[in-house]
C-alpha cells in the first residue's frame, strides 16, 4: 500500500467531517460516536489471551491511530512504538496528598460556549472522551477519575502537552545563558540553512512566529503534518515510501512560506525545530534533559517516555507519555513559581514568571482561533490573559495542563476524543475549567 494510502485510512470519516464543517465555520457538527458504547471493554480491544484476531491493535494497521480503537492505543503506546525512557530519578515519590473536605465538583454547572448548553462537570467528561482527570486545589488531590483503558500507574500520550516541556526547557536553557533565544537558528543548527528556518531567530521558533510551508489541518490526508508523522516513524511507512525517514531528515525539507515575526501560526514542526536545538545547545538527548532536570526534581512516580524515530530521536512535538498524577505533579510545580513539593526550585521563578505573562496577542489574533479571544502564546505554551491568569499547555484529542494561579487549582486531563482539533473540544472544556475554579474559590 501507498503512503498516502496509509494516511488517507487513518483519517477517521466522522472527524473528518466535523473538522471540514469547524473549518468552514458551520455551527452544526455531526453527531459523534456514543462515549459509553466505545470503550475499551464494550468494543472488546485486546482482551483475552490472546485476544480475537478482530481485535487486535498493532501498529502496522492504520486504524490502531483511528477512534474508537484510540481509546486503547493512547495508553499503550510503548507497546506500539519504540520509545526512550525518561527517568525519574532515585528519590522517593513526592505524596499528592488527598483534601479532607472537597467540594462536589461532578454537580458543578455551566453553559457551553456558543450553544449556552447546560450541562455539568460530570456530563463534560464523558462528552469529550476522557481517560483521565485529576484536580488540585492548593496543592491537594480534589478530584480524580480514569475511564477507558487508562489506570493510576498507566501512561498516556501527552500529543502536544510535549511542546510544552520543550518550550520550558528552552526557557530554562535561556535562562542559564546556554541558549540565546535571540541568535539565529543556524547558530545552533546550520543544516538549516536552506530551509524555511534559515533566517529565523531562536525565539520566533519558540513562540510559533515562523513562515514555513507545512500544514497542520488534520482534515486534509495531503497536509504535510502526515509527512512529518511517516518521517517520524508515528504512522506506518508503507512498502513503497521514499520519503524522508527521520525527523531530522523531514525539517530540511521545509521551505520559507511568507515571513517570519508577523503572525502565530501553530505548526508541530516548529517544536521539532526547537527540541533540535535544545539537544544541540545542551549536548544532551531530550529525554536525558528532561530527566536531569526535571522529572527526576518533581517526585515523579513513574518514569515517563518519549516516542522515537528509526535513530531515537524523541518527538519533541508530541511523542511525551506520562501518567496523569505525574503530569498533575509537573503542573503543580508550575503554579508553584517552579517550586516542587517538596521545597525544591526546579525551575527559576522567572522562567515561569515569562511563560505564564505571556506573548504578543496582537500576533495570536491573526491565526484567528474562536475559542481563545484575547490569548497569546510563549515558550510552547497557551496563554489566557484572562482574571484568573489562566495558561495551559495543550494537545490534540483532549490532552491538558490548566494552571489557574488566581484559584490555585492545576487540572489535567487525558483523552481520546474522536476530534483532533481542540476547537471540538473547548467549547465544553474551557467553560467546565473556569466553573471548577469558581467553585473551589467559592469554597475556601
Same mark, same amino acid.
Given at each position: 500500500?501507498?503512503?498516502?494510502g ?9 472527524a ?26 464494550a468494543?472488546?480491544?485486546m482482551?483475552?489471551?490472546p ?7 498493532? @501498529? ?8 474508537? !480503537?484510540t ?9 506500539l ?26 454537580? *458543578? ?11 455539568? @462537570?460530570?456530563q463534560?467528561?464523558? !462528552? ?17 477519575k ?13 500529543m ?6 520543550v ?23 546550520p543544516?538549516?540553512?536552506?530551509t ?33 508523522? !511517516? ?37 508541530? *514542526? ?5 527540541a ?34 528509526r535513530i ?9 507519555n ?7 505533579? @509537573? ?17 527559576? !521563578?522567572? *522562567? ?28 510552547m505554551?497557551? *496563554? ?23 484559584a ?20 465544553l472544556?474551557?467553560p467546565?475549567?473556569q ?10
Open positions: 500500500m501507498s503512503s498516502k496509509f494516511a488517507r485510512q487513518a483519517l477517521f470519516p466522522l473528518l467531517a466535523a473538522l471540514v464543517s469547524i473549518a468552514h465555520g458551520q455551527t452544526a457538527a455531526p453527531a459523534l460516536p456514543d462515549p459509553a458504547s466505545t470503550t475499551v471493554q468494543m472488546g480491544w482482551q483475552g489471551f485476544p480475537p484476531p478482530d481485535k487486535v491493535l498493532t @501498529f502496522d494497521n492504520p486504524a490502531v491511530n483511528v477512534y474508537p !480503537r481509546r486503547w492505543s493512547f495508553s499503550h503506546i510503548r507497546e512504538v519504540p520509545t526512550a525512557n525518561v527517568w525519574r530519578g532515585s528519590s522517593a515519590p513526592s505524596p499528592l496528598p488527598r483534601a479532607a473536605r472537597a467540594p462536589d465538583l461532578d454537580s *458543578v454547572r455551566f453553559k457551553a460556549m456558543g450553544t449556552g448548553e447546560e450541562l455539568t @462537570f460530570a463534560s467528561l464523558e !462528552r469529550n472522551y476522557t481517560d483521565g482527570i485529576l484536580v488540585l486545589h492548593k496543592g491537594q488531590v480534589v478530584y480524580e480514569y475511564f477507558g483503558a487508562l489506570t493510576p500507574e498507566r501512561p498516556h500520550i501527552a502536544s502537552v510535549t511542546k510544552s516541556f518550550g520550558t526547557l528552552a526557557a530554562l536553557l535561556a535562562h542559564e545563558g546556554t541558549l540565546d533565544p535571540g541568535a539565529p537558528v543556524t547558530r545552533y543548527l543544516e538549516l540553512k536552506d524555511a528556518y534559515g533566517d529565523a531567530t531562536v525565539r520566533q521558533v519558540m513562540d510559533m512566529t515562523i513562515g514555513v510551508h507545512y500544514s497542520e489541518n488534520y482534515a486534509d490526508p495531503k497536509a504535510e503534518i502526515w509527512d512529518y508523522a !511517516r518521517a517520524g516513524g508515528m504512522l506506518p511507512q508503507g512498502r513503497d515510501y521514499a520519503g524522508p525517514r527521520t525527523f531530522y531528515e523531514f525539517l530540511q525539507t521545509l521551505k520559507k512560506e511568507g515571513e517570519h515575526d508577523q503572525a502565530f501560526a501553530y505548526k508541530t *514542526v516548529n517544536a521539532e525545530v526547537l533540535w536545538v535544545v539537544r544541540r545547545a545542551s549536548g544532551k538527548s531530550l529525554a536525558q534533559l528532561l530527566s536531569e532536570r526535571i522529572w527526576s526534581r518533581i517526585g515523579a512516580e513513574q518514569d515517563a517516555f518519549f516516542m522515537v524515530d531515537g530521536t524523541e518527538s519533541g512535538g508530541g511523542g511525551l506520562t501518567t496523569l498524577r505525574d503530569l498533575a505533579r @509537573f503542573g503543580e510545580m508550575m503554579r508553584n513559581n517552579g517550586r516542587a513539593a517538596d521545597g525544591r526550585q526546579v525551575l527559576p !521563578r522567572a *522562567v515561569v514568571d515569562d511563560i505564564r505573562n505571556g506573548g504578543d496577542r496582537a500576533k495570536f489574533a491573526k491565526a484567528g482561533y474562536a475559542t481563545l479571544p484575547g490569548w497569546s502564546y510563549r515558550n505554551w497557551w *496563554v489566557s490573559h484572562n482574571a484568573d491568569g489562566a495558561y495551559t499547555a495543550r494537545g490534540i484529542h483532549g490532552q491538558t495542563i490548566y494552571i489557574d494561579p488566581k490555585q487549582m492545576v487540572i489535567v486531563r487525558y483523552a481520546a476524543h474522536p476530534i483532533a482539533a481542540n476547537a471540538a473540544i473547548d467549547p472544556s474551557l467546565a475549567y466553573a471548577v475554579a469558581d467553585a473551589l474559590m467559592a469554597a475556601q
